[in-house]
């Protein structure tokens, strides 16, 4: 057991030099991997570190907190929509357009964390539920969003075109360097929130939020500010997926990707930073590359085929990825309930005690 003697050592980032090591070693490569990549895989890598970017601040309110959320893809799309229209209506630069675009959603996730101060367990979700429904139908029917056509977003400019500084992005391999670099802000940022004074009293709240009242905690306060956080990382997601995308409508934003997100925390490890980034990668792989192809896969992908058009629709197909997304959810449950950061646990300890 690792003990703790100076207060210094629990807010350091590296607790050792082998972490030191293996994280610019990490680094390196992520930087170095569009050399290497095609478009379609710096597509892919983009997509990814968007859902990274929502999958660690929603930890932050359900790992973290303990309060349970469905409407995620309601804050992503308030930020998708609001850096655009901020950017082509008010002529808003890029990165502000982004950062006001967030403070929007963090509003709405304030808004959606009042109810919290009454509701627990599935009727806090069905409340989150419906404010993501909600919003979906509202920009549907709103022709400043776009109605039922959606949006077109704008050549991703970094620069500020007002005082004669341009800096447009226009390939997959360019993009990815933008969203690597706000990716591992946002991941280095839900790192040391944990260890604030805020971090400890979310992690107090969800293993009791009645003592936590008792040793002083304000719920309101910090369960409001969990969903405001919350949201903000899925309002900064939600404009960078914008231009990942390039065109979306209201229902690219649907119920399923609200549960998503959720089965990327529960995938990855509730309460763990390092769970939420690899929950993330493996469930946007799964479905938007191994899954989506899985007539492809060898032997299981002609079998998949023959059973498709056997007794499934010509379309059934698509049905896989929604198939092999939930057993993977069933099989880790199951085996392993902390997630990926829980079996990841048990190999550390496994080679440190290594042969005994």
């Known amino acids: 057991m690792d003990m703790k003697r100076d207060y210094y050592e629990d807010i350091e980032l590296f607790s050792s030099g082998t972490i030191l090591f ?25 997509l990814i570190m968007v859902h990274v970017i929502v999958a660690v ?4 309110l359900v790992g973290s907190t303990g309060q349970i959320a469905l409407g995620h893809a309601g804050f992503f799309a308030i930020g998708a929509y609001a850096t655009v229209l901020l ?17 929007i959603s963090a509003f709405f996730g304030f808004i959606l964390g009042l109810p919290a101060l009454r509701l627990e367990g599935p ?8 404010f993501g429904l909600a919003i979906m139908h ?10 039922r056509q959606g949006l077109m977003a704008p050549a991703l400019n970094i620069g500020i075109p007002q005082l004669g500084l341009d800096w447009e992005i226009c390939s997959e391999k360019g ?25 400890r009293a979310f992690v107090a709240i969800r293993d009791s939020d009645i003592a936590a009242e008792v040793i002083g905690i304000n719920l309101t306060i910090y369960k409001t500010l969990a ?13 960078l997926f914008a231009f990942v995308l390039g065109f979306f409508d209201p229902f690219t934003f649907h119920l399923i990707l609200s549960i998503i997100f959720l089965v990327m925390v529960v995938v990855g490890g509730l309460g763990s930073v390092m769970g939420s980034i690899t929950g993330a990668v493996l469930i946007t ?9 899985v007539d492809e896969i060898p032997v299981v992908g002609d079998l998949m085929v023959a059973v498709s058009e056997q007794w499934l629709t010509v379309t059934g197909m698509d049905n896989f990825s929604m198939i092999g997304l939930g057993l993977v959810m069933i099989g880790i449950i199951i085996f392993e309930p902390l997630g990926i950061f829980g079996a990841w646990i048990r190999v550390k300890k496994y080679w440190k005690t290594w042969p005994f």
């Open 22 to 46: 293996w994280t610019v070693v990490l680094l390196v490569a992520l930087f170095a991997a569009p050399l290497i990549l095609s478009n379609y895989h710096a597509y892919l890598f983009n």
């Open 57 to 60: 601040g929603l930890n932050i």
């Open 87 to 103: 950017m082509t209506e008010l002529s808003i630069p890029f990165f502000a357009a982004l950062i006001i675009a967030a403070f």
């Open 123 to 130: 009727y806090l979700a069905i409340a989150t539920l419906a």
């Open 138 to 147: 509202i920009i549907g029917h709103v022709e400043l969003f776009g109605g």
């Open 175 to 199: 993009k990815y360097y933008l969203i690597l670099s706000i990716t591992i802000l946002m991941t280095l940022f839900a790192v040391n929130i944990l260890k604030t004074k805020a971090g």
């Open 227 to 239: 969903f405001a956080v919350s949201a903000f990382y899925a309002g900064v997601a939600g404009g």
């Open 285 to 293: 792989y799964l479905m938007y590359d191994l899954f989506k192809n």
